[in-house]
């Protein structure tokens, strides 16, 4: 049920310390994703979810997912808008800190929350929106600061094109399996999922491969070649590990 799918989410939100949304604050979503391929781990970047605003900071909490339905005419009305079951609902429910993760199926031609819904989150303090669809009321979504990452803009309202069906279960949004209290970080390349198995992991690894990352960028810089550097050969490798113990 959504209520206890809720106080999961607060339990878990309770768990991400401080100091780890600090330090995946400093890792960026590409190297991310580099971390956890090298675990086999390679569809976890949501296809579509793109900062709406320009220079947005990265951002990183748990999941609280939403999930929608195509539209059927006879639950897809704005009456179903004061249902028990509706977006209003499940925004009272979301955990100050959370980010709203929102199945839309990828559809584009009708706006799943507007400037009111996304102000009403801004007060619960939401961390962000994240979504495979787009939003409406593009200038008053803007207006309310909130952090969202979509696919665009309409002006339909969602029922439009969709009937929303829950929340706090396991969703498809960007094609990716996203489940409740997954770590998503999300930055100007887009949105990324970490699974709450590997979080320690790219805590532990992720910090380190931006550090290599950022050497080996000094050295391309300085004229270095290609070829042994990115990736390194036996001797850059070398180099590495004595600028590490130097540093």
């Not at 990828?106 to 102000?119: K, Q, Y």
């Not at 309409?154 to 706090?168: D, I, N, Q, R």
């Amino acid at each position: 049920m959504p209520r206890q799918s809720f106080l999961t989410g607060v339990a878990y939100l309770m768990s991400l310390s401080p100091q780890a949304i600090e330090t995946l604050s400093r890792v960026s979503t590409a190297t991310i994703t580099t971390v956890l391929l090298k675990k086999g781990l390679r569809n976890l970047w949501l296809r579509g979810a793109r900062p709406l605003r320009p220079g947005q900071a990265r951002l990183v909490g748990p999941a609280f997912t939403l999930r929608f339905v195509p539209a059927r005419e006879d639950l897809a009305t704005p009456e179903s808008w004061s249902s028990p079951i509706s977006t209003r609902t499940a925004i009272e429910a979301m955990p100050e800190g959370c980010i709203a993760v929102v199945d839309a199926m990828g559809v584009t031609n009708a706006g799943i929350f507007g400037d009111i819904l996304c102000a009403r989150m801004v007060k619960r303090k939401v961390a962000a929106l994240i979504t495979d669809g787009v939003v409406r009321d593009l200038e008053g979504v803007l207006g309310t600061g909130l952090p969202v990452w979509c696919n665009g803009a309409a002006a339909p309202p969602s029922v439009a094109g969709l009937t929303f069906v829950g929340w706090g279960e396991g969703i498809a949004c960007g094609g990716v399996a996203v489940f409740p209290n997954d770590i998503v970080v999300a930055d100007q390349d887009g949105a990324v999922l970490i699974p709450q198995a590997l979080l320690d992991h790219v805590l532990a690894e992720g910090p380190e491969q931006e550090r290599m990352e950022g050497w080996i960028v000094d050295q391309v810089n300085g004229g270095a070649a290609l070829p042994g550097l990115y990736p390194m050969n036996a001797e850059t490798k070398a180099r590495y590990a004595e600028f590490k113990s130097k540093s």
